[in-house]
T-cell receptor
Framework: IAGITQAPTSQILAAGRRMTLRCTQD?????MYWYRQDLGLGLRLIHYSNTAGTTGKGEVPDGYSVSRANTDDFPLTLASAVPSQTSVYFCASSDGQFTDTQYFGPGTRLTVL | GQNIDQPTEMTATEGAIVQINCTYQ??????LFWYQQHAGEAPTFLSYNVLDGLEEKGRFSSFLSRSKGYSYLLLKELQMKDSASYLC??????????WGAGTKLIIKP
């Protein structure tokens, strides 16, 4: 693989269920990010990780958690999904920290009913 | 507060030139990015400006005026494949990207 992959591509989920969105990059980038994109709004940062073993909260972290056990993987977990979490979720990575260009995965379209 | 404004939608003709504007107010400034996003796809990097002036890259150019909180993306010799959304994002003092809602560019033959 080359770049960033995300899984699943799309998912319909019942409210209250737990869900983990997967993100894997093979570029050996230090920093990784999770965004959500909603119609009419800009991308909003959920959580980020500057390097393996560290994570931080973005603009809209409530209801989401992340982990960064190694350089390549950065899963996003919704502990108990709610309809307002219906969105397109993008994972991204960059070589250094925020000043570097971010490369995006193809996205996961999540619908919570 | 932090705010980025760009037009919601623009229409242009194939072969023409279009300028997409972006104005911003952020707490601190560490540069401005432009990304292109085709419908149903991921954003892809176009340009980064941190100093005032014009950066040219092929058919695309990006301009920044930090004193005015203003940037524009200039697309020349428009092609149908340029139909996409163009996202403006600034990096604030915490090195977090603040994104505009994007400008949907429609190219007509």
């Amino acid at each position: 693989i080359a770049g960033i992959t995300q899984a699943p591509t799309s998912q319909i989920l019942a409210a209250g269920r737990r869900m983990t969105l997967r993100c894997t990059q093979d570029m050996r980038h230090n920093a990784m990010y999770w965004y959500r994109q909603d119609l009419g709004l800009g991308l909003r940062l959920i959580h980020y990780s500057n390097t393996a073993g560290t994570t931080g909260k973005g603009e809209v972290p409530d209801g989401y958690s992340v982990s960064r056990a190694n350089t390549d993987d950065f899963p996003l977990t919704l502990a108990s999904a709610v309809p307002s979490q219906t969105s397109v979720y993008f994972c991204a990575s960059s070589d250094g920290q925020f000043t570097d260009t971010q490369y995006f995965g193809p996205g996961t379209r999540l619908t919570v009913l | 507060g932090q705010n980025i404004d760009q037009p919601t939608e623009m229409t242009a003709t194939e072969g023409a030139i279009v300028q997409i504007n972006c104005t911003y107010q952020t707490s601190g400034f560490n540069g401005l990015f432009w990304y292109q996003q085709h419908a149903g796809e991921a954003p892809t990097f176009l340009s980064y400006n941190v100093l005032d002036g014009l950066e040219e890259k092929g058919r695309f150019s990006s301009f920044l005026s930090r004193s005015k909180g203003y940037s524009y993306l200039l697309l020349k010799e428009l092609q149908m494949k340029d139909s996409a959304s163009y996202l403006c994002a600034t990096m604030d003092s915490n090195y977090q990207l603040i994104w505009g809602a994007g400008t949907k560019l429609i190219i007509k033959p």
